[in-house]
């Protein structure tokens, strides 16, 4: 009854829970009755926790797939303080036995959380708790009342406190220098080397300068008496000025470095005559000495110079060791020691005779050279005193010329070496070197040839030192060729780059036992090192032209495009022009349709592309009254070639070849004039003897034009032929560029000769084109001898149709004797020209076509 | 006891509110006291399935009622 009851209550309380009908109302009862008999329902069947926690994981599953993932961890994590883990481990530890019943009435209930679950409502849930209020003094003094003993005591501190410090400046102490260094954000540099300096003591010199100036006010200059000093104060002063420092005996010009005697001093037991001499050699010594010094202190910007600045410092180093030595004998003399000047004087002379020796080459050059001429001036001073030092048998001062001489040079031939190696010129002006990078954005197919040249002075001479004159070409040439293959081959830089670390000095040894020169040696030295570096890549930039950009594919493939070494597509090639001519004789130059048969034809040859080939055509007014043989004159063959070979080419056209193809197309025309006519001769009566005398005359000129046309179509195959054939056996011989270039412009020398492309042998190729425009004359008179055999061949009909203008009226036979007399005019005109220049010698190629023509039938 | 007895009842407490909390991410439109009632009724040996049905049938009841109410207003 009680659970009855209590079921009765809870039922009520859900009904108006929810529906809020209140206590008291009718309906109330009839609602309750209604839920009361549904919860006593015992149909169902009993709760299955785990399908409830399989739902739960497939709930949160679904609701991370459907992006809710805000959603699906807000519930596993209530799930997981509820007990239940139902993704992860489906532990079901819940804390109440009725709670998988409790959630599975929530999924029951649940309407599409996947949709419309907004987490906002949870958080303005969690967010209507109100906060914890504000702990207030009265709060701590409840729990925790302040009548301890002794908390209002005074705490005895047993550190060092802040508040102890008084009337302390922070403002004016000064940072250590540790704080300062790590002070983040310092910004002033020169404050912080200023706490690193360390402030001269002037105070420390006055006892000495007070020692020192005993005597210094009984004597001054031009005193009449000369002052008597000691050994042993002389030979001070002497230290001090060889050391470059004031001394009371000397004075010294700070800008010259000039060194005189300042007093007229005299000592005891010496000359005066004697001593003057002896400081005065001392002092010439100090000049130079101090020279020395004022000379390295120069500010220099070629970088070799300051290498030979710090080479000649070093021996200024190593001389002031020596006298430092000296003086440490008479400082702390370990045995009895003579304090004598003059033997100070020999060993000053000793110890400085190669300082002396290199100060007397700077002021020589100095003297000598002009602003021009001056950059290499001390190099080659050098390079001159080490000769004559070695000749001369003077060791000492022959090593400490090479060692400031090598010093420079293995600076100077850095940049030398960069560009040798890897083709790289020096950027700074400073240290400019013999090799000018011209014009670094030249056209690709210039590059060789334009980009690179030595640099000289304005007297002509290579501007670099005397002794790199021999190596100049050398050097020039492979760093041409290291350049050159850093454009073909651009992944080759890194290579070059490691390359370059291996080897960078110039190994000498200069053994002084030798009886080789100096510059016998060094020259040595100079070649080893150039070969050591194996930066001639002359053989690699060959085999990559050769090899990777094809260039002797490049030049076979010119005999077939120029000149008809594939007879077939030529003669396809020259069909299809001279149908064109035929069908479109005012309008056949049209340049794209032009281009178009060559590319189809002569393109489709073995290795060639077909689109490097273009056709242009000539403007001209007088087209249309021209013979073709003449209009054919217009057309230019053009075959695009890469850069590299365009660098050996030197021309980004081929003039020459364009020419040697336009002849061979009009010689072929000619012949294609002549040739139909052959065949219509068959028609005619057997009987010669009846025929007339001007069908004798036209034969007889047709067989000579045919002759001729024969013999020049030889002339020109064979020759180029010949040509070609040399120009490919030589390039593959070429070592270098330069060679394959000459071995280019010989082959275009020999070509031009040979096919009358010269300016001086122009006369004799217009003799040749008059004769085979006879051929268009003569199938104009053919026609007019003989219209019922007259082949209706194309070229015939054009000829007919644009030669008009040139027709003479008139018999034709008289036409036809007059065309055979000029025939013989010309062919001997051509003959007598071709004689001429054989005994004038250097056209070796035009004797073939002498001999044929020569050969002529009478 | 009383500690005890205000623990047991604070775990209660927080039991309910995370079951509230859950049942707002179901969209069940459950307040907290109908739950309160829901979760007393399961203890008490109610079927789940029984007394969502029943939950169901009061809230489609509701909107009879209300729909009613709406019509007659509108009249």
Not at chain 1, 118 to 137: E, M, S, V
Not at chain 1, 834 to 850: D, K
Request: glycine residues 4%.
């Amino acid at each position: 009854m009680a659970h009855t009851a209590r079921l009765g209550e809870l039922a009520g309380g859900l009904t108006t829970a929810i529906t809020g009908v209140q206590e008291g109302d009718s309906a109330l009862r009839v609602i309750k009755d209604t839920a009361l008999k549904g919860l006593r329902v015992q149909t169902h069947a009993r709760t299955n926790h785990f399908a409830v926690r399989d739902r739960y994981a497939g709930l949160v599953e679904k609701l991370t797939v459907r992006n809710r993932d805000d959603v699906a961890d807000a519930l596993q994590v209530r799930l997981a303080e509820l007990g239940i883990d139902a993704v992860n481990t489906g532990k079901l530890d819940s804390q109440s036995k009725w709670l998988p019943e409790v959630l599975s009435l929530l999924l029951e209930l649940s309407d599409r959380p996947v949709e419309k679950t907004n987490l906002q409502d949870l958080i303005r849930l969690t967010k209507t708790t109100t906060p914890p209020p504000p702990l207030t003094w009265e709060d701590i003094v409840a729990d925790d009342p302040l009548d301890e003993d002794g908390i209002w005591d005074d705490v005895e501190r047993g550190y060092h406190s802040s508040g102890d410090d008084s009337g302390s400046d922070e403002g004016q102490s000064e940072p250590t220098t540790s704080t300062a260094a790590t002070s983040v954000g310092e910004d002033d540099c020169a404050a912080l080397a200023v706490m690193h300096l360390v402030a001269l003591d002037e105070s420390a010199l006055d006892g000495f300068k007070a020692a020192s100036i005993d005597g210094e006010d009984e004597t001054s200059e031009g005193a009449g008496s000369p002052t008597t000093w000691s050994a042993l104060m002389l030979v001070r002063e002497t230290f001090m000025m060889l050391h470059g420092l004031p001394s009371r005996t000397y004075s010294m010009d700070a800008v010259s470095g000039l060194i005189k005697i300042k007093h007229d001093i005299a000592l005891e037991t010496v000359t005066r005559s004697t001593l003057h001499h002896t400081c005065e050699r001392l002092a010439d010594i100090g000049t130079r000495l101090q020279y020395l010094r004022i000379w390295t202190r120069r500010s220099q910007k070629a970088a070799y110079l300051q290498s030979i600045q710090s080479a000649v410092e070093k021996l200024l180093t190593q001389f002031a060791l020596a006298i430092n030595e000296l003086e440490g004998q008479y400082i702390t003399p370990l045995h009895d020691t003579v304090v004598s000047i003059a033997s100070i004087r020999a060993q000053a002379e000793t110890l400085s005779r190669p300082l002396v020796r290199l100060a007397e080459v700077f002021q020589h050059v100095e003297s000598t050279s002009t602003t021009e001429n001056q950059a290499f001036t001390i190099l080659d001073g050098l390079y001159d005193e080490a000769s004559i030092t070695q000749m001369s048998g003077d060791d000492k001062v022959f090593f400490a010329v090479v060692s400031v001489l090598l010093a420079g040079v293995q600076t100077y031939v850095r940049p030398v070496r960069d560009w040798a190696e890897s083709g790289t010129t020096p950027s700074t002006g400073a240290n400019d070197i013999f090799i000018l990078d011209r014009d670094p954005n030249c056209d690709s197919s210039s590059v060789w040839h334009q980009r690179w040249t030595l640099r000289t002075t304005s007297s002509g001479d290579v501007y670099a030192p005397r002794f790199m004159q021999p190596f100049v070409e050398r050097i020039a040439a492979q760093g041409k060729a290291q350049a050159f293959l850093k454009l073909l081959t651009p992944t080759l830089e890194h290579d070059m780059a490691i390359y370059s670390a291996r080897t960078s000095t110039i190994l000498f040894s200069p053994d002084f036992n030798t009886f080789l020169p100096f510059a016998q040696l060094f020259d040595d030295s100079l070649s080893s090192w150039l070969e050591a570096s194996g930066s001639d890549r002359t053989a690699l930039l060959r085999s990559t032209l050769l090899q990777e950009y094809s260039l002797l594919t490049t030049f076979e493939s010119l005999a077939y495009v120029f000149f008809a070494k594939d007879g077939t597509l030529f003669q396809e090639f020259a069909n299809a022009v001279l149908e064109l001519i035929r069908r479109r004789p005012s309008t056949w130059q049209d340049r794209f349709i032009l281009t178009s048969l060559a590319q189809s034809r002569l393109g489709s040859a073995a290795h060639l592309d077909g689109s490097s080939i273009t056709m242009t055509i000539h403007e001209t007014d007088d087209r249309n009254r021209r013979l073709v043989i003449r209009q054919l004159e217009d057309l230019q063959l053009h075959l695009a070639l890469p850069w590299p070979v365009r660098n050996i080419t030197r021309s980004n056209t081929l003039p020459i070849h364009a020419a040697a193809f336009t002849l061979l197309l009009q010689t072929e025309h000619a012949s294609a004039l002549l040739r139909p006519t052959l065949f219509t001769l068959r028609t005619l009566d057997k009987r010669t003897s009846s025929l007339p005398a001007e069908h004798h005359t036209v034969f007889q000129l047709r067989w000579k034009l045919t002759w001729f046309v024969n013999a020049w179509r030889a002339h020109i195959s064979t020759t180029v032929a010949s040509l070609h054939t040399t120009l490919l056996l030589d390039i593959q011989h070429a070592e270098t560029v330069d060679n394959m270039a000459a071995v280019w412009t010989a082959y275009e020398h020999g070509l031009r000769n040979a096919l009358l492309l010269a300016e001086n042998l122009a006369p004799m190729k217009e003799a040749i084109l008059e004769i085979l425009e006879m051929s268009e004359h003569f199938a104009i008179l053919w026609k007019e001898l003989f219209p019922a055999l007259s082949f209706s061949d194309s070229t015939a009909s054009t000829t007919t149709n644009q030669g008009d203008a040139q027709v003479e009226e008139g018999k034709a036979g008289a036409r036809v004797t007059a065309r055979l007399g000029d025939f013989g005019r010309s062919l001997s005109f051509i003959i007598a020209g071709l004689r001429s220049v054989s005994r004038a010698g250097g056209y070796a190629e035009l004797e073939g076509l002498l001999q044929r023509l020569e050969a002529h039938p009478s | 006891m009383p500690a005890a007895d205000d623990s047991k009842r604070k775990a209660a407490r927080e039991t309910i509110d995370i079951l509230h909390e859950i049942s707002i991410l179901l969209n069940t439109n459950l307040d907290r006291q109908s739950l309160s009632y829901c979760v007393s009724l399961i203890e008490n040996g109610v079927n789940p399935e029984a007394l969502a049905k029943v939950i169901k049938e009061l809230w489609a009841q509701n909107e009879r009622h209300n729909a009613e109410k709406a019509g007659i207003a509108a009249t």
